[in-house]
């Protein structure tokens, strides 16, 4: 019985997390092929052919719904992190954590290319994308205290973590991805990395 009902969960949360992959892929799609500001919740339900509710279960406007997959991108890379082992050196594991993140999803595609280009646009999604990053970098930083023991040392680190990936991204994306971005923010986090050797 419990493992009917365990099963079934499992199901529930797969179908769920389709729905919302779903309903930020036509977000995307939408908003690249028209513009942010023509985007409605009404036309990503219809591409998605979702009910209004439905979307309303999962996000709260259209740029909740496009920023979803860095969300759950950052998310995996949390979880990451969390069950490296304790005893490993703390940038030694950021630097693994980003490392098997991109093993396991690959180079980003040029929908994520595009995406980052949109969110640099429009003023709405980048708001939303800095808070989100402010919480995500003090994640990172309650997860390195408890390996450092140092809370100040912990977010010095996480901020310079996030600063790597940002610069990075940054340098990737003004050469057009060329290269590998994996290596782009490897060779960021390794530069990084020598000032807490």
């Known amino acids: 019985m419990e493992t009917a009902t365990a099963e079934a969960q499992t199901l529930r949360e797969r179908k769920k997390a389709a729905t919302a ?3 930020h892929r036509a977000a995307m799609e939408l908003a690249i092929e028209r513009g942010l500001t023509e985007v409605t919740v009404e036309a990503i339900v219809d591409a998605a052919e979702v009910s209004r509710r439905t979307f309303s279960n999962y996000f709260a406007n259209k740029e909740d719904a496009l920023l979803h997959g860095e969300r759950e991108r950052l998310n995996r890379f949390l979880l990451a992190l969390h069950n490296r082992p304790t005893s490993e050196p703390a940038w030694q594991a950021i630097r693994l954590s980003t490392r098997a993140l991109f093993d396991a999803e690959g180079e980003p595609d040029p929908e994520w290319v595009a995406q980052s280009r949109l969110v640099r646009r429009h003023p709405s999604l980048t708001g939303q994308q800095l808070a989100r990053h402010a919480a995500f970098e003090e ?11 140092d809370p100040l040392r912990a977010r010095l680190m996480a901020a310079a973590f996030t600063a790597s ?4 991204t940054d340098i990737w994306l003004e050469r057009r991805g060329e290269g590998s971005l994996s290596d782009q923010i490897d060779q960021m986090l390794a530069t990084m990395g020598e000032r807490f050797d």
Request: aromatic share 0%; charged share 35%; proline share 0%.
């Open 21 to 23: 992959d779903a309903l």
């Open 139 to 149: 994640d990172v930083a309650a997860d390195l205290a408890r390996r450092v023991g």
């Open 165 to 168: 990936l940002r610069v990075g």
